[in-house]
């Protein structure tokens, strides 16, 4: 137990974190340019929370990871939780850019030559983010772009992150371990519509009423059906298996233990949204502050983000699945001895 | 003088306004789909919003039209501060989306069949309000879509309001009105460098000037700069003499006259950098509603707003300036007789 | 099912929705107040809110009211969701805080004669939310103060809505039947410390664990801990067998039954949050728009605000329970009998 | 010109930023409180807010310290819009709330312990904030609290910037020197009502009309009306001259050279609004996490956050003048020679 007095200011190391401002316009020779503190603050403030995200984020990826979680343990409200926290900072970020467009472009202009080549496209923590959700070197846009961008120590970071399990990819092997359809006597009772030897009467039966649901203009989603979750033919970093558990999830969420499964996966959607909708509005202001002209790193900064913007969606595969959602009252009842399994004890 | 009692049921016609919900889902033979109560609300809030928008916009275009705005009237802080409403009320329904997504895409599959062909894009009121801001009918995605999907009262009342004189049209004009370069007593003193005998000597100085401010990979921009405010190659809504005056305005804000118009060219970006993040939320929320899947009014909502977001930017040519611009301490200096006109009385 | 076609305009009864403005500055012989029609179209998205946040609420009551909630199926999950989404719009309602204010005190002045004496406090649907909640009658600010500024037939509303069942109300009454401490072979191996006969062994223990963790400035927190929880003197809504029920689901709302419920419990202060924020920002605003001055219902509006702010915390005896917590790594360990009930089958 | 690379890690200082967090429970011998890097991250975020917020208030103060601003340069403009980043940083202060939100109160109660006796309430830049905006010692709750908490240089710091000139003490004084009243050419031609040899005409027929602007329940406020703006009865940090200033700019802001310092003071009440809204949101969260325990600093922080709130208005005299506006269509009519003095030159 500790015995010693702690005080705010040495706590937070404030000694550090308030006397590492340093504008360059502020220097010897150089005129100040006001607006550049504003400039440092804002990133380092950033920096701050893209720390605490990996924090939370290498927190779920711990948990997820064990070979087995006992749903009768809170090892999952601990990940959704600390997800739900993540989406949160990430609203503040959004937000954030608000302050950054109180920044005029001229008043950019009077520092911008200084900071060559800085570029918030350094940013190594946001690019070890990315890649712990799940981002892999080859879905990147502008791949090498980052190497030559980057120190060496940094690099080795990122790649470092690229090679580890990322959450996708513990949460693929989670959804992949998903006991109920291999446990035959779950399904003795099941009724099964539109039999097929090769699949799960399960499946065979939701792909019936499926097809049935879909408009005219929709027929091509059968296809697309059968390619994701038969032939597993779009695999990438989720398999067919995992795709199928969390449709199923999606689709019973309404049973207690596949409420926080429903939870987790609502939360990587809403992690991408958020981010995707930082990207826009980051966009968004590049445009306004810079136009055409060059950013400090070199790039029409709004190219490099827009890009970015459709190419960084980390959890697509999920996205993807609520294109094969059904109505409630159309699901499949589910036989008695697999509810006891998705139901508290009495 | 009025003398009778205002009641406040009464004065807000809360009987209309609160008896005008009535999902199909609840009808007889159908089952209540609970959902559909909210996505009733929120259309009705929404169209409430745009008719105050367009309020606002519509005195905005009325202000605006006027032979001459007296600069020394409340006008243009009128105008100035309407669409500063504006702006706040469309952050309003940003923040919307949000209660929006609270609607799972199975709860809306519920009773979308039961809307069918009712559809957001029949809503005629946004529609006017882009064509009142100053969209025109050949820029619209999918032009003829809307007239198929809508009434004929309502198709008359958008093709009204596009045949109107636009807030866009009216600022051109306003814009084209700036008298400082016209009268050449003004720019007696003025130190030009660079002079063309083909163009004003403040803009020949100040091309000049934007030469040298460019980086190696920005040498293209002075061709655009050529085209846009001096060979008018690229007029669009905004003729080369307006834009040049925006230009103008954008560079010396500092001095009182010019502060308001600077405020009203910023208004009109923001409404736009709204109204796109608007879209793009509300198309990320559609896709997480339906994914691939088709609309209540026959189209995958999703392409067509991302068309129109890339689309429907209103104010580019006035967002396009900012390319243009250069460091406040290069300015061209402005000659003492032209800035008694910027200024106030003694 | 239905066969004719649905229409945007008709389905949102946007003819009466779109119709019910008319201020009444802008009447023959009045001089038209600009400003007046937002007024009115703010306070007509307020009630449209308040309809959908009624509907949210009553729907929770309903399904709160059942003598059993089997936590087997999604009802409570359907309750956590909806009381969710009333915390949305509750922040939606919030932020238009922003758009009334962007009507200066001056724009107000223009037209708040003739408004005399409508006002904000006769809406009829935000007394009736409260009560659904579970304000009483007794516990209001101003209590006869309604009575005297509602026509008859929204008093009847009122009251009407003051005698049913609240959402509090069922709180309590669900609290209530937490099953775990009346069955004794639950208990049999749990682990007493500070036995005390006349209360239940876990209790005891805990009481005696609460009393190590309190500093020395706390001590008189152990008073009050068994008044609330063991002599149920401060008995108001919630009952002390409800309140001992609702510090156990915060204790152990790491067991996979007990998740849900404390979700439920933290919507009731969330609730309790953004209404106490939307009154205080209600409150400064309404100062800064008529300062000392009276409101158009014959008050200062600010003081009622005020008074109200602090009285009309529906919740307080659920968030009165955060000073009875200890840390986790102290709690009570519970029997295998008991978590076999907390848990799912396996 | 500077010749050397910058780069964005050494730039932004980021081997400092983000090696300064070392949870008191992560050290040798202590159990591991997850949320303990959450709660130094958000405090660190703040202090880097904090510290932008008075590197801009102090900027402004400096400008405004200058024994006359000219309003034919940006010096006005500069100000206000350097006091509209900070409300827009304050709102995003205020937004951080909820991220400190996501820690629950057992979350907390695991390390707070270890942090005693540091607090929130030592944070020396917060109270140098408010004493260079012009909270005055004497106004403070818990006066001799802080010196008792702080360590002497901090201390000296925030006495420091209690006797340096304040925004409201520079504001103060730029209202005082308001030129127009003083000069009798001025209002040669002005039409007064109810002349009053002790006081400028215009301020007796402004009386006069106040007065028959008040409703009978309002009467009293013309007695105030005497006090502040005649007697000087109520003088604190603004002078009754001041006072009459600022309510001439709020009347007549239509006018061209009274639109930036209307802008100015309502920038003020802007601030002190959204710092009285972090300090009520921070107040709930205090009171959600710890109820009526103790917090790390030795008080129930509840109790200073409430009794903070309602005293550390700064600018509460300017909030004060709504009380004595009139409608705009009842404002006495300003003189020609005045009004030339108003506007921009022909």
Redesign the interface.
Known sequence: M?ST?????D????Q???????P?SF?DG??PA?DE??F??????Y???F??IL?EVN?AVDIMSQENIN????QL?TVV?RL??VI??L??LV??I??ME?MT???F??FRD???????F????FKTLEARLGLQFEERHGKEYYTSQL?QP?VATIKHAEHEKSLLYVVNKWLERMPYFNNTSNWEDFETEARDVHIHPYWSTYRSRYAN?L?E??RN?LT?FNEIFIEGKHDGQLTATAKRAALFI??Y?????L??PFELLNNL?EID?QM??WR??HM?MV????????GTG?STGKDYLKAALDKHYIFKEI???????????RLPVLPDSL???????A
């Open positions: 500790k007095n702690v005080y705010y200011q706590y937070l190391q404030l550090h974190i308030l006397n590492s401002q340093h360059e220097k150089n005129k006001h503190m504003l440092i603050v804002i990133h380092q403030a920096e701050l929370w720390k605490q924090f927190s749903d009768n343990t809170p409200q939780h739900n926290r949160t900072i609203k503040v937000h954030q608000d302050v109180t472009p001229m008043d202009l009077e200084m900071l060559r080549p800085a570029s918030g350094q940013s190594w923590q120190k940094e649901s408009a203009a929709e989603n697309i999606m689709l969420r309404g049973y207690p233990i409420h926080l959607l949204e995707s909708t826009y509005r968004n445009h306004r502050m810079i136009g055409t002209r060059i070199g996205a993807q699945l609520t294109s094969f959602l059904i109505e409630r009252s509810i006891h399994h998705l139901s508290f004890n």
